[in-house]
């Protein structure tokens, strides 16, 4: 989801790009993992969480950096409320793996327009009201970290 809201080239958003591809271009780790035996369960040791972190820190310091372009705290927002519902399901008990539409996102260019346009009253009405109308700075200091 984080790669996803920094992908200005993709104005729609609509699809999730895989793990793997994350790693190709985003993560400069280098690592050869050996797994001692009896680590691992029978499916084995999935040494792409491994880079997990390095994306994690890298695109989270792009959305920071990005305060004053596209809205940072914008896509935070947005990240968080698509990862709960992803998560929502996953965990649910009828859950039985992703689909053919495993990929598709929570977003396309239409939710991202009216979920902008809100944002942007939002924080319009904050501005008016001297910070106060979304809850001053307790509310805006939950978007320094995802």
């Keep these: 989801m984080m790669e996803l809201a920094l992908r200005q080239s993709d104005t729609n958003r609509e699809w999730l790009a895989g793990l793997d591809r994350c790693i190709a271009r985003d993560s400069d780790l280098d690592i050869d993992v050996h797994i001692p035996d009896g ?8 040494e792409r969480i491994l880079h997990l972190p390095i994306l994690w820190k890298k695109y989270h310091d792009r959305l920071l950096a990005d305060r004053n372009g596209v809205g940072g705290a914008f896509w935070v927002a947005r990240i968080r409320e698509a990862t709960q519902k992803r998560l929502a399901v996953s965990c649910g008990e009828t859950h ?3 689909g053919v539409d495993s990929a598709r996102s929570a977003w396309n260019r239409e939710s991202i327009e009216e979920e902008r346009d809100s944002w942007n009253d939002d924080v319009m009405m904050d501005s008016i009201h001297n910070g106060e109308f979304l809850g001053g700075a307790e509310h805006w200091a939950k978007f320094d970290i995802l």
């Design 96 to 98: 039985r793996g992703y």
């Design 39 to 46: 680590l691992g369960g029978s499916r084995g040791f999935d």
